[in-house]
């Protein structure tokens, strides 16, 4: 167990739907990440929040959103889905250290759109 | 913005063998590398990192080098082992975003280690 969850891990819905991603960071982090990865694709950053604020902004489609929280666990929201949102979303969480440290993931969250 | 190119896209090598991956980057102020092993349907895991006021990095069979001059570092595996089958991918922290700044990922490495 990384310290990073994320829910639900598996998820299937309709073309137009919307759904929500849930991840909670491991304790005491205070950055969270997302990130898309399709099928044979890398990791494509999605966007950043810092304690509640959006910190950094990557390819995020206008039918994506996300917000932390004040407990600091984050929601990606994805609307009007469509069949290539279809993917594996992470979110990673990152120490607080000033020296910086790379990021810890979550197991993922694997849309299907069907 | 920060542009990771990273080669080859796919390696195979022979049990035994030494395995070598290679990233370039493009801001000069990047100062962070870290590079992660995702196995088949699992997360990517931090396997080894670098920071830009170290020129190489090593912790048992794995290495990593950097050439700040060159903008671009590598990953050695030596005594490549069949579990060491995976996707790897180099990354690099842009500087503007300090030690909370996002990473930039290369598109990855699929190793294969053959027995």
């Known amino acids: 167990d990384s310290g990073v969850t994320q829910t639900p891990k598996h998820l299937i819905t309709a073309t137009g739907q919307r759904v929500t991603l849930r991840c909670s960071p491991r304790?005491?982090?205070?950055?969270v990440y997302w990130y898309q990865q399709s099928l044979d694709q890398g990791l494509q950053f999605l966007i950043q929040?810092?304690?509640?604020?959006?910190?950094a902004k990557g390819n995020i489609l206008e039918r994506f959103s996300a917000q932390q929280f004040p407990d600091l666990h984050s929601e990606l929201n994805l609307s009007s889905l469509e069949l290539g949102d279809s993917a594996l979303y992470f979110c990673?969480?990152?120490?607080?250290?000033?020296?910086?440290?790379?990021?810890?993931f979550g197991s993922g969250t694997r849309l299907t759109v069907v | 913005g920060e542009n990771v190119e990273q080669h080859p896209s796919t390696l195979s090598v022979q049990e035994g063998d030494s395995a070598v991956i290679k990233c370039t980057y493009s801001?000069?102020?990047?100062?962070?590398f870290p590079w992660y092993k995702q196995e088949l349907g699992k997360r990517p895991q931090l396997i080894i990192d670098?920071?830009?006021?170290?020129g190489e990095k090593k912790d048992q069979r794995i290495a990593v080098t950097l050439n700040k001059t060159a903008k671009h570092f590598s990953l050695h595996i030596t005594e490549t082992q069949p579990e060491d089958s995976a996707v790897y991918f180099c990354?690099?922290?842009?500087?503007?975003?300090?030690?909370?700044?996002?990473?930039?990922f290369g598109k990855g490495t699929k190793l294969s280690v053959k027995p």
């Open positions: 304790s005491g982090d205070l950055s």
């Open positions: 801001d000069s102020a990047s100062n962070y």
């Open positions: 670098i920071r830009s006021n170290v």
């Open positions: 990673a969480s990152s120490a607080t250290s000033t020296r910086g440290h790379g990021y810890t």
């Open positions: 990354a690099a922290r842009p500087n503007y975003g300090g030690s909370q700044g996002n990473l930039i």
């Open positions: 929040y810092y304690n509640g604020e959006e910190r």
